[in-house]
C-alpha cells in the first residue's frame, strides 16, 4: 500500500487527486493541507510514503516547505504539483529535494504513474533525486 498526502490551496483540486489516486487499490489517501504550515505538520503525523505537494500555499510555499520535510521525513518521496513549467521549476525543486514533478493539467494516468513511482525513485536516487 503506498500512502499518498495531498498539499494545496484548492480544495477542489485535493479532491479531484484524491479521486484519482482512490482509482488504484495500492494507494490511500492518508492526509491533504491547504497551507504550508499544515503540510509541515500532517507530514509529521502521517510519515506519508509520497507527498503532492502545490508549489504556490499560502503561510509557507512549497518549495519552502521542500527542506523541513526531508529532514523530519526523508522517507517521504515528494512530488511536486505545480502549473510552473517543469523546465523553468524543476531544477530547483530537485535541488531541494523532490523527486518527480507533475504539471498541472496532465492525465489522471499520468498522475497516478507519477505518484506510484515516486517511491521507488528516491529509493532508487539515493543521495541524488532524479525528477520525471
Known amino acids: 500500500m503506498c500512502r ?3 498539499a494545496d490551496d484548492v480544495k477542489a483540486i485535493r479532491r479531484l487527486w484524491t479521486l484519482y489516486l482512490e482509482e488504484d487499490p495500492a494507494v490511500q489517501v492518508v492526509g491533504e493541507a491547504a497551507d504550508g504550515n499544515e503540510v509541515l505538520a500532517g507530514v509529521a503525523a502521517t ?5 503532492v505537494l502545490d508549489l504556490s500555499m499560502p503561510e509557507r510555499d512549497g518549495l519552502e516547505v521542500i527542506p523541513f520535510v526531508r529532514e523530519c521525513s526523508p522517507e517521504t518521496a515528494i512530488v511536486v504539483a505545480s502549473s510552473f513549467s517543469r523546465a523553468r ?3 530547483l525543486a530537485e535541488e531541494l529535494g523532490a523527486v ?4 498541472k493539467g496532465g492525465t489522471p494516468d499520468e498522475f497516478r504513474e507519477l505518484v506510484r513511482g515516486a517511491r521507488a525513485a528516491l529509493a532508487t536516487a539515493g ?3 532524479r525528477l520525471r
Do not use: K, M, Q
Not at 47 to 51: C, F, S, T
Not at 100 to 103: D, F, G, R, V
Open 127 to 129: 543521495v541524488t533525486n
Open 100 to 103: 518527480a514533478y507533475y504539471e
Open 47 to 51: 510519515r506519508p510514503d509520497v507527498l
Open 4 to 6: 499518498v498526502f495531498i
Open 89 to 91: 521549476i524543476g531544477p
